[in-house]
């Protein structure tokens, strides 16, 4: 099919208005395009009003007449929830870019809904925190036909700065399983610097010090750096959430098992977020995964 439907100004839908949906439909429109949005709480979505945002109550209503449905929402079942109730609404050849991490299982249902409703399917997972994507700094990892790249990059290129095309067909799931190797590490990093930092202090070491050991050498990172000083100031907000991460490390875990692969540092992972979270910072930035190292 080719991709025939544009114009000067293009219309996006932007289904799901959390930490990156907010901040994605703001440069949007930031850049001149025409954008609507939806959130399931439409509160959180108001303020994006103020933004040049059309704000609406329902996803039928977001992606009526867009040529651009763009969804960032928790996982698949969330995503392909908002789809059913915009159904009656959507524009056949509308493109349809599934950005939310969603992994293996959960985009196998959405493929299929884009080609139920002949919607052009694009698989694009982001990279980054919530100030890359205030900055449109994300990086977006992306499958999809060469006819849509043009369309599609009118949107990543605004709200990241780099794209990586990893196959011809959304549907192949190339970039989600990406975005869940590159979530493995993430996840290892985060638990990693909470067990540092809370090791140090258990042993009366000041964690500075570590850290200070550490500087510009080979074991260093940034995000070693980010994530140790939101443990120290004892402030979280949120950019990856430890429910988030838990959801992520859970989807890493169905998909290396369909692989028959043993993922034993995610499951370790997994029991710490699902501590923290039982802890009560489900909804603080997976940093304070840091807490599940402590009683109480």
């Known amino acids: 099919?080719?991709?025939?439907?544009?114009?000067?100004?293009?219309?996006?839908?932007?289904?799901?208005?959390?930490?990156?949906?907010?901040?994605?439909?703001?440069?949007?429109?930031?850049?001149?395009?025409?954008?609507?949005?939806?959130?399931?709480?439409?509160?959180?979505?108001?303020?994006?009003a103020a933004d040049g945002v059309r704000v609406t109550g329902s996803p039928a209503e977001a992606v009526d007449g867009a040529e651009v449905v763009l969804t960032m929402l928790l996982d698949g079942a969330a995503v392909l929830d908002a789809l059913r109730q915009a159904a009656g609404a959507l524009s056949p050849g509308a493109l349809f870019l599934q950005m939310s991490t969603v992994g293996t299982d959960g985009l196998a249902p959405l493929a299929r809904f884009a080609d139920e409703h002949r919607l052009r399917f694009v698989d694009a997972p982001v990279l980054g925190t919530k100030v890359n994507a205030e900055k449109g700094g994300l990086t977006v990892l992306a499958a999809g036909p060469q006819d849509v790249r043009e369309?599609?990059?009118?949107?990543?290129?605004?709200?990241?700065?780099?794209?990586?095309?990893?196959?011809?067909?959304?549907?192949?799931?190339?970039?989600?399983?990406?975005?869940?190797?590159?979530?493995?590490?993430?996840?290892?990093?985060?638990?990693?610097?909470?067990?540092?930092?809370?090791?140090?202090?258990?042993?009366?070491?000041?964690?500075?010090?570590?850290?200070?050991?550490?500087?510009?050498?080979?074991?260093?990172?940034?995000?070693?750096?980010?994530?140790?000083?939101?443990?120290?100031?004892?402030?979280?907000?949120?950019?990856?959430?430890?429910?988030?991460?838990?959801?992520?490390?859970?989807?890493?875990?169905?998909a290396a098992g369909e692989a028959g692969v043993r993922m034993d540092l995610v499951a370790a992972d997994a029991e710490r977020l699902r501590r923290a979270e039982e802890q009560g910072h489900g909804h603080k930035d997976a940093a304070a995964a840091y807490f599940a190292s402590f009683d109480g």
């Open 151 to 254: 369309r599609a990059a009118r949107v990543f290129d605004i709200v990241g700065s780099t794209t990586r095309w990893v196959g011809e067909d959304g549907a192949s799931g190339a970039a989600s399983r990406l975005k869940l190797v590159i979530n493995s590490w993430v996840l290892t990093v985060v638990n990693g610097t909470g067990e540092a930092l809370a090791l140090a202090e258990g042993l009366g070491v000041d964690p500075r010090d570590f850290l200070a050991a550490v500087a510009g050498g080979a074991l260093d990172l940034p995000y070693l750096r980010l994530k140790s000083e939101l443990i120290l100031a004892d402030n979280y907000p949120a950019s990856f959430t430890v429910s988030a991460a838990r959801k992520d490390a859970r989807l890493i875990t169905e």
């Open 1 to 48: 099919m080719a991709d025939n439907t544009s114009s000067d100004t293009l219309s996006v839908a932007v289904l799901g208005t959390g930490i990156m949906g907010a901040a994605m439909a703001r440069n949007l429109a930031a850049a001149g395009l025409d954008v609507r949005a939806w959130n399931r709480t439409r509160a959180r979505a108001e303020p994006l």
